[in-house]
């Protein structure tokens, strides 16, 4: 996925967690790797299928996100928040 593609996408999410306008971020089996999402707020996002193989994925939020055989090998979870997250 394309950098100015995902940031639309994490940008569109955050204005859906703050006031239901925006865009759910689906992710559903998107490409991911070597992503550096160092901090972004995923909270609910769906995730399912997606490939993270080596992102960074340090303190990002992804409470109640949908990661159901999301491939997280190798990735950097360090103080991530995965409380109520379905894997």
């Known amino acids: 996925m394309k950098s100015e593609e995902l940031k639309r996408i ?3 999410h ?7 306008r925006g865009e759910m971020a689906n992710l559903r089996e998107a490409d991911l790797r ?13 995730l399912r299928e997606a490939d993270l193989r080596g992102a960074n ?5 992804l409470r109640g996100a949908d990661l159901l055989e999301a ?3 190798e990735d950097d979870l360090r103080g991530a928040n995965l409380h ?3 894997q």
């Open 84 to 86: 109520e997250a379905h």
């Open 14 to 20: 955050v204005v859906w967690l703050n006031s239901n």
């Open 10 to 12: 994490l940008a569109q």
């Open 34 to 46: 070597e992503a550096d999402l160092r901090g972004a707020n995923l909270r609910g996002a769906n």
């Open 71 to 73: 491939n997280l090998q």
């Open 57 to 61: 994925l340090r303190e990002v939020d």
